[in-house]
């Protein structure tokens, strides 16, 4: 068995539909690093767009930023979740610098290899 990394469209498509606003389960690391690639991107796609108009480009990040929120912390939920701890690790990041370090150290954590309190393994394929 091994664990299927998703392609960048997959992850991006399932955090804005099928997982929006979905805090229970499991999301791989593919899952969650592909979604913050793409929320980089259409920061950077959005900032240059509106980069005319300080206040344009402000609301326009705000209105991205909003869209963004829900799928976004569900994911990182998830994340949590997959390496075997408890969504309330996300306040961790509210300790100065050192909270950073250590919910990094988090997402990049490989997955428990096996089904947990949150959920089976995601994107398993068996041999």
């Given at each position: 068995?091994?664990?299927?990394?998703?392609?960048?469209?997959?992850a991006?498509?399932?955090?804005?539909?099928?997982?929006?606003?979905?805090?229970?389960?499991?999301?791989?690391?593919?899952?969650?690093?592909?979604?913050?690639?793409?929320?980089?991107?259409?920061?950077?796609?959005?900032?240059?767009?509106?980069?005319?108009?300080?206040?344009?480009?402000?609301?326009?990040?705000?209105?991205?930023?909003l869209?963004?929120?829900?799928?976004?912390?569900?994911?990182?939920?998830?994340?949590m979740?997959?390496?075997?701890?408890?969504?309330?690790?996300?306040?961790?990041?509210?300790?100065?610098?050192?909270?950073?370090?250590?919910y990094l150290?988090f997402?990049v954590?490989?997955?428990?290899?096996?089904?947990n309190?949150?959920?089976?393994?995601?994107?398993?394929?068996?041999?």
């Amino acid at each position: 068995m091994y664990q299927l990394q998703l392609p960048f469209g997959e992850a991006v498509k399932r955090a804005l539909t099928v997982n929006y606003c979905n805090f229970k389960g499991r999301a791989s690391r593919s899952e969650y690093w592909w979604f913050m690639l793409f929320i980089f991107i259409a920061m950077i796609a959005v900032s240059v767009i509106f980069c005319w108009s300080e206040t344009l480009s402000s609301i326009a990040l705000g209105i991205v930023y909003l869209g963004i929120l829900l799928p976004a912390l569900g994911l990182s939920v998830r994340r949590m979740h997959d390496i075997g701890r408890s969504g309330w690790w996300l306040l961790i990041n509210f300790i100065p610098l050192v909270g950073g370090i250590i919910y990094l150290v988090f997402t990049v954590k490989e997955s428990e290899p096996v089904p947990n309190k949150w959920g089976d393994v995601p994107n398993i394929v068996k041999q």
